[in-house]
């Protein structure tokens, strides 16, 4: 059973920055794919990055492209999302997923979701 556990949420001024993690557990991750959503307040949860486990390749939504970053860990079992330039329509609570195979950006096709982590931007 795959279980994924985030971290690192907190309030931030704007401009500020914020480092997400998320721990996996239950298994490696050779063969997925991770990924990063988030859900505002009064929203739809939306994509936000993924990472291919085995090859380490990238892909943002436009709205992050060029402020966040995400990695992974593979001894640590662990990805994460760096957060630099923080704007408060980031706010929302970031929610780490995977899947088995190749990226896909659409919520239905993750199999496994950690619970949420809140951040806050203040302007």
Known sequence: QVQLVESGGGLVQAGGSLRL????SGRTFSGYTMAWFRQAPGKERSFVATINWSSGSTYYADSVKGRFTISRDNAKNTVYLQLNSLKPEDTAVY?????????????????YWGRGTQVTVSS
Do not use: P, W
């Not at 993690?21 to 996996?24: E, I, K, N, R």
């Open 21 to 24: 993690s998320c721990a996996g």
């Open 95 to 111: 929610y780490c997923a995977a899947r088995i195979g190749v990226r896909r950006i659409g919520i239905n096709d993750y199999n």
